[in-house]
T-cell receptor, first 111, second 115 residues
Framework: NAGVTQTPKFQVLKTGQSMTLQCAQD?????MYWYRQDPGMGLRLIYY???????DKGEVPNGYNVSRLNKREFSLRLESAAPSQTSVYFC??????????FGSGTRLTVV | QQQVKQSPQSLIVQKGGISIINCAYE??????FPWYQQFPGKGPALLIA?????SEKKEGRFTISFNKSAKQFSLHIMDSQPGDSATYFC??????????????FGRGTQLTVWP
């Protein structure tokens, strides 16, 4: 039982490049989330998907897009990376009424 | 507007001491209050959670105290150990009667326990 799997674990991008962060869960959870974590800022919600086929913006959606490919997979795309998007990105999933299960994170550096 | 406010930002405690982290919220619709523990290089992991129908929940050395009227809740770590050194996040959500269950997180407390 892998839980929530994120790929890649590390990535360095040049300003203006694009990339997609992948997330997959095998717990049959309905809801999935993308957060970014920055020092002193805690966990800030980028986008979420309450169920397959739906996505909504969180607190800091600018510069990102998401796709809920199916119930298992929820990807985050940076169309034109900027240094301000240097961060650690976490994917999480949840069954209603219970806590999140987080992935191990993707450490992204934009130079 | 920050939905959940957490303090202190950092905390240093001697081994065997009590660590206390506090959180406050404004939205009275919140009915699920978890705490997460995060070690360096890892994702946050659920530590303990409480619902507002009880004032305290204890699991081993970890206790959540909940004050509904003050809209505050806190994490107490008894007999703190160096292995407890981590970042702790409080959070809140509407966990029942909602199809979303989105969590709002505090900004985190970095706990260091000196041996």
């Amino acid at each position: 039982n892998a839980g929530v799997t994120q790929t890649p674990k590390f990535q360095v991008l040049k300003t203006g490049q694009s990339m997609t962060l992948q997330c997959a869960q095998d717990m049959n959870h309905n809801s999935m989330y993308w957060y970014r974590q920055d020092p002193g800022m805690g966990l800030r919600l980028i986008y979420y998907s309450a169920s397959e086929g739906t996505t909504d913006k969180g607190e800091v959606p600018n510069g990102y897009n998401v796709s809920r490919l199916n119930k298992r997979e929820f990807s985050l795309r940076l169309e034109s990376a900027a240094p301000s998007q240097t961060s650690v990105y976490f994917c999480a999933s949840r069954i209603q009424g219970y806590g999140y299960t987080f992935g191990s994170g993707t450490r992204l550096t934009v130079v | 507007q920050q939905q959940v406010k957490q303090s202190p930002q950092s905390l240093i405690v001697q081994k065997g001491g009590i660590s206390i982290i506090n959180c406050a919220y404004e939205n009275t619709a919140f009915d699920y209050f978890p705490w997460y523990q995060q070690f360096p290089g890892k994702g946050p992991a659920l530590l303990i959670a409480i619902r507002p129908d009880v004032s305290e929940k204890k699991e081993g050395r970890f206790t959540i105290s909940f004050n509904k009227s003050a809209k505050q809740f806190s994490l107490h770590i008894m007999d703190s150990q160096p292995g407890d050194s981590a970042t702790y996040f409080c959070a809140a959500s509407r966990g029942r009667g909602s199809t979303l269950g989105r969590l709002y997180f505090g900004r985190g407390t970095q706990l260091t326990v000196w041996p």
